[in-house]
């Protein structure tokens, strides 16, 4: 074996061990395998001088070397001629305590450690079970914890045990939470440092007879309430799997080196024997069909043995420098294991063959060679299996059940979604894995077909992860992924099929600043065999083309000087950054500084990185958008003119746009985003949805809307930047859910191909999980991250309202819902409008206090004007904290409000009338009237729009006009004053009527607060003028027209009514002791809601003479009498729509003849009237195609 390039430790290590090997030869090992002895002799040997704790620290007696060390002990130990006999003898007591050495407590290391050092104990690994194999986490042995609490009772299986026999020690892996109980796959495991007491009840082995390694015992280990204490749990009960794993990747190293030793030991041999042996006058070395094959195993030894030390020393700098992600060691330590296993039989074999008949003779010991090269091949993986021995360390070892390569069957798409026609992107590994487990295969998962898992889908209608493979095999890379395969050969990389569909996904670093220098992902199909599916961790898909010189450079001049830079980009984080949360704003601020570096130092760094750069222009456009007076001095000392700035840069990245796109990275979609919410606040939003509709394809290309692996917790790295992936897709699900509730757009997300867990918003902290889901209940304090877990909650909400109310989403066409529903009917909709209702006010009532408007209105601000938060630059603190949660909570009322007028619109245009051959008294009337579902309805919206106006006395209105929040604000205020608008107008001169006046009027005065700021609030301002001043000419109509009595025959806001009112005429508001309307509960308006839809259901199924079934009758004595009623459109809510429709005829007409005053302001003119009129977009609602159809 060649020796340079090892350090001076490993070749002492390699001298020492020698010269213990050297005191047992050939003769020894032949007599040990012959025997089945265990070699007892050599394990004392290796004892004395220490060097059974190699790897661990010296504070516990050990030697303070790495891994490194410790594999070439191993590869000398075989390669001396000891074989595997003699690694296996000692090979548990050095990687099976690298988890107890770091986990184990205070008294755990001073009973064991010493003494498995100096070979007092021995240590055996019990993890391998009959019945599970590869799927470590279904093991099914358990450790059931007594009622006195002081002792588990251990039951259950092992196999494949190594030197049980004489070990002292089992490092267990043991059940202690069983499978269906917990919420995920990696948990319910826990790891146990326990004595092996044959003496003890409960304790049973057998001996395996085995093919190689006869020295060593091999064993199943029968536990039948087996008593062990309960301090010899190792670290946190069920978090075992977590603990063991950091001993796996060391295991492979070790195998890995004594595979090496195994081969040059056979080559040792087979050369001695070549150039010994003589036949036709010369060796039979000098013949090239001897030679040749030597040759080529000797190299293939050296290559493995690259791997394995480069391998090893990345394991070692690893616990010691976090910048190497955890998958870059896997997937070193598993092809190390996997070459050298290959090489090692290679020269295995072909030594065999060189030593011909002689070769299949004890005494010239390649055969137990041979016999023994197979361990490395098989354990603890099998090279026969489709993953290639988890060569790429993303995949799962599957078992081969047939040669021929298979195509994607449609039958594995989940039964509970139709089949879609698009290509189907990674879903998550089907146990909800960690990253850590897809690169150790024990930790496998064979998921059948229909068996469920315990993944819970963040949104309604998940994916079935058990029922889709990791990759499809309908693009076309995949089916020549696999034509190469069938001959054995590799799949070509890019550059040479960039282009083909699919193409893109092959092993190539994408541009992602946080995750660059991590090693490339696997083409995107599945394997050539094997069935199931396979668990690989979901990485960002590589760039489609390379970054534009031209590009690059124009973004590059467009870079301020570094301190208007730093300003703006505090601005940015002061003004904006709140509301939107997309990326981590420690790595943003240590990163955009590299920008900056010299010409020089630019090579490989961000500034040659498209997609980073791109994100970095937008926050400081943004940023230079919201500079005050103060922050503008300090940037003109720079000589930067803020607007220019901004203009200079949008135009600049909307020429790059192609470009920018084209990176595919993270940052990309960052900046679709930051683009796409500035024309979408700014009054441009059919600019907006389609730069958003890019970042959405971007996001998907990079499976941000997948699941990756969970229990991170080992990884800060990895846990950050899969917290920054989610926030950039729950961004996107956030706008395209705005742009559809806003504007009407379609909705182009299906929930049921995301499985993405919801933000974590204790992410910094540390201190709790990651939700599986938005049904868990968060268990952390409130963060200023909070916001965003609860604004993506009530995205998810209002998107099934879109759903189920408006017909908006993928698959609906028409506003039709899917065949078998029952929502063309009334009915079915005042049951959908209740239960929506009850669920929003659900998600209302889980608000933290810090994050409730009712709970902040009264508070204090922390800024007493604009002028002051303008000068507090780089804010931070308590003070600031306060400030954000304040305009967090303000932002979480307004859309909560809007979706509740969302709701309810569909039931506006209805009202229960009294049959014509049915004569009531009042009082029956009256009863049954307040129980309308339709009343209930008017009443929300009316407390919704009431609510929001209470807003304009609020002192934080004034700051919020100098956030990115403000045109959001406008726009939810701007629905608020159109819904009072046309309740102001059913009835006008009721007092209902002139309460919404005036909630119209504090909305109008809030619109003109923001109007300074945003376009979208001079819109909505002047729309609604318009329109209080139909209703006011409808009012003095009314009041003239003295020839008709007024009277009005139903209450129609949100206040109680007086009996007495019926008998009168006349209805008068019924108010609290504080003055103001209550609203009702939510389990009041739910319960409310669900006994009339009931009610209504039965009267509905009697005017359908019996075509819909009656499912359930409603009890007479709890219910309003509505069979004398029926539900008919109100012609006075028509009326009212018609006219407000009529408004935004005027508007339009009147906008383009005599654009001003808008056309005064030249930052908006154009825009609003190239991209349209945003506020008319957003009236949609109000329009008659969102009647719902009824029987």
Request: hydrophobic share 35%; net charge negative.
């Amino acid at each position: 074996m060649e020796l340079t390039g090892f350090t001076e430790e490993q070749l002492t290590v390699r001298d020492a061990i020698s010269a213990i090997t050297a005191k047992f030869p050939n003769t020894y090992w032949q007599e040990c395998d012959q025997n089945e002895r265990d070699p007892k002799e050599f394990h004392a040997a290796i004892a004395k001088d220490g060097w059974l704790g190699i790897a661990l620290p010296e504070a516990l007696g050990g030697a303070g070397l790495g891994i490194s060390e410790a594999t070439m002990m191993m590869q000398t130990i075989t390669q001396s001629g000891a074989g595997m006999a003699g690694a296996q003898a000692i090979h548990a007591n050095v990687y099976a305590t690298q988890p107890l050495a770091k986990f184990g407590t205070k008294e755990q290391l001073e009973e064991t450690i010493p003494k498995i050092i100096n070979g007092t104990w021995r240590t055996c690994f019990g993890v391998t079970e009959p019945n599970t194999g590869l799927e470590t986490l279904k093991l099914k042995t358990t450790a059931t914890k007594n009622a006195s609490g002081d002792s588990y009772s251990v039951t259950g299986q092992k196999i494949w045990i190594t030197c049980a026999q004489v070990a002292s020690k089992m490092i267990l892996l043991a059940r202690t939470t069983p499978v269906e109980e917990v919420k995920r796959s990696t948990h319910g495991l826990s790891m146990f440092c326990i004595d092996l007491d044959r003496k003890k009840p409960g304790l049973d082995m057998r001996k395996i007879k085995k093919m190689g390694g006869r020295a060593v015992d091999a064993n199943e280990v029968f536990f039948d309430n087996y008593q062990i204490p309960a301090n010899t749990l190792v670290g946190e009960e069920n978090e075992g799997f977590r603990i063991i794993l950091h001993g796996m990747n060391a295991e492979r190293c070790l195998l890995a080196g004594e595979a090496l030793g195994l081969g040059y030991a056979a080559l040792e041999r087979a050369t001695q024997y070549a150039n010994d042996r003589v036949v036709f006058g010369r060796p039979i070395g000098q013949n090239q069909g001897i030679a040749h094959p030597l040759a080529d195993a000797y190299m293939k030894l050296e290559a493995a043995k690259l791997a394995t030390y480069h391998a090893a020393r990345l394991y070692d700098v690893s616990r010691t420098d976090s910048s190497i992600p955890f998958h870059s060691v896997g997937v070193a330590c598993n092809s190390a294991k996997y070459l050298a296993a290959e090489a090692a039989f290679t020269a295995c074999e072909r030594a065999v063959l060189t030593h011909g008949g002689m070769g299949y003779a004890m005494e010239y010991d390649v055969e137990r060679y041979l016999r023994e090269c197979l361990v490395p091949r098989i354990a603890p993986c099998d090279v026969s299996r489709p993953c290639t021995l988890c060569s790429r360390a993303g995949a799962e070892c599957l078992p081969a059940t047939t040669s021929r390569w298979r195509v994607y069957r449609h039958g594995q798409h989940s039964t509970s979604e139709p089949h879609s026609k698009r290509p189907r992107t990674a879903p998550p590994d089907a146990s909800g894995d960690s990253s850590e487990q897809a690169q150790i295969c024990h930790a496998g998962t064979d998921h059948a077909p229909d068996q469920p898992t315990d993944s819970v889908p963040a949104t309604d209608g998940g994916l079935n992860k058990a029922n889709n493979p990791i990759w499809n095999s309908s693009s076309t890379l995949s089916l020549v992924n696999g034509a190469f395969q069938l001959h054995n050969v590799a799949t070509p990389r890019d550059p040479i099929m960039d282009a083909i569909p699919g193409g893109a996904m092959q092993d190539i670093v994408g541009e992602n600043s946080e995750i660059r220098n991590k090693e490339a992902v696997e083409p995107g199909v599945r394997p050539p065999c094997g069935t199931g599916t396979r668990s690989r961790t979901l990485r960002p898909m590589p760039p489609l083309v390379y970054p534009s010189p031209p590009a690059l450079e124009e973004l590059r001049s467009l870079l301020p000087p570094y301190e208007a830079a730093e300003l703006l980009v505090d601005t940015y984080f002061d003004r904006v950054h709140w509301f939107m949360l997309i990326f981590q704003q420690d790595n943003f601020r240590q990163n955009w500084p590299q920008l900056y570096k010299t010409h020089s130092d630019r090579a490989g760094e961000d500034c040659n990185d498209l997609g980073f750069l791109s994100t970095f222009l937008m926050v400081i456009a943004i940023g230079a958008h919201y500079v005050g007076p103060y922050r503008q001095c300090l940037l003109a000392r720079h000589d930067v003119q803020p607007e220019t700035l901004k203009q200079c840069i949008f135009k600049a990245i909307k020429s790059s746009l192609l470009d920018i796109i084209s990176v595919g990275s993270l940052e990309v979609v960052q900046t679709c985003i930051l683009l796409g919410t500035y024309y979408l606040f700014h009054g441009a939003p059919r600019l907006a949805w389609p730069v958003c509709g890019c970042g959405l394809r971007v996001a998907q290309s990079l499976n941000l809307h997948r699941n990756v692996d969970k229990d991170l917790s080992l990884i800060p790295i990895e846990r950050n930047e899969n917290e920054t992936r989610k926030r950039c897709w729950w961004a996107i699900y956030e706008i395209e859910t705005f742009c559809s509730m806003s504007y009407g757009y379609p909705h182009s997300i299906k929930d049921a191909d995301c499985d993405v867990e919801p933000l974590n918003p204790s992410a910094k902290l540390g201190n709790a999980p990651s939700p599986v889901s938005f049904d868990e209940p968060l268990r952390c304090e409130t963060t200023l991250l909070s916001y965003k877990y609860y604004m993506s909650k009530l995205s998810v909400l209002t998107k099934a309202v879109l759903s189920e109310l408006y017909g908006i989403g993928p698959g609906l066409v028409n506003n039709n819902r899917p065949s078998g529903e029952t929502g063309s009917s009334l009915r079915a909709v005042v049951m959908k409008v209740a239960s929506l209702d009850a669920r929003l006010r659900n998600w209302r009532a889980d608000i933290p206090p810090k994050l409730r408007w009712e709970t902040l209105a009264s508070t204090r601000v922390s800024y007493s004007s604009q002028d002051e938060f303008d000068q507090d630059i780089g804010a931070s603190g308590v003070r600031f904290d306060n400030h954000i949660y304040h305009l967090q909570a303000l932002a979480l009322k307004l859309a909560y409000e809007n979706t509740i007028i969302l709701t309810h619109r569909p039931l506006l245009s209805y009202k229960l009338v009294t049959k014509a051959d049915e004569k009531l008294d009042d009082i029956t009337r009256l009863g049954t009237i307040q129980e309308s579902p339709f009343l209930r309805s008017m009443r929300a919206c009316h407390d919704a729009g009431m609510s929001l106006s209470e807003l304009v006395n609020s002192p934080v209105l004034d700051l919020v006009s100098e956030t990115y929040a403000a045109a959001f604000v406008s726009i939810h205020t701007f629905t608020a004053g159109v819904a009072l608008g046309i309740l102001s107008s059913i009835e006008p001169l009721t007092p209902q009527a002139q309460e919404a006046k005036v909630g119209l009027h504090r909305l109008m005065s809030l619109q003109a607060k923001l109007k300074p700021r945003s376009p979208l609030a001079t819109q909505g301002l002047d729309i609604l003028q318009r329109l209080t001043k139909l209703a006011l000419d409808k009012e003095l109509s009314m009041m003239l027209d003295v020839s008709k009595p007024i009277r009005w025959s139903e209450p129609q806001s949100g206040v109680d009514v007086d009996v007495s009112a019926v008998q009168t005429g006349t209805l008068s508001p019924k108010q609290n002791s504080s003055g103001q309307h209550p609203r009702r509960s939510s389990h009041d308006a739910a319960v409310a809601a669900m006994q009339t839809d009931r009610q209504s259901i039965m009267f509905d199924s009697r005017d359908t003479q019996g075509t819909e079934t009656q499912e359930e009758t409603p009890d007479p004595n709890s219910l309003g009498n509505f069979t004398d009623f029926q539900y008919v459109e109100d012609a006075s809510v028509s009326a009212a729509l018609y006219d407000f429709d009529q408004v935004l005829s005027t508007y339009v007409n009147s906008s383009w003849a005599d654009p001003d005053p808008l056309a005064m302001d030249t930052s908006h003119a154009q825009t609003l009237h190239d991209e349209g009129f945003s506020m008319l977009e957003q009236t949609w609602i109000w329009g008659p195609d969102t009647l719902p159809f009824h029987d």
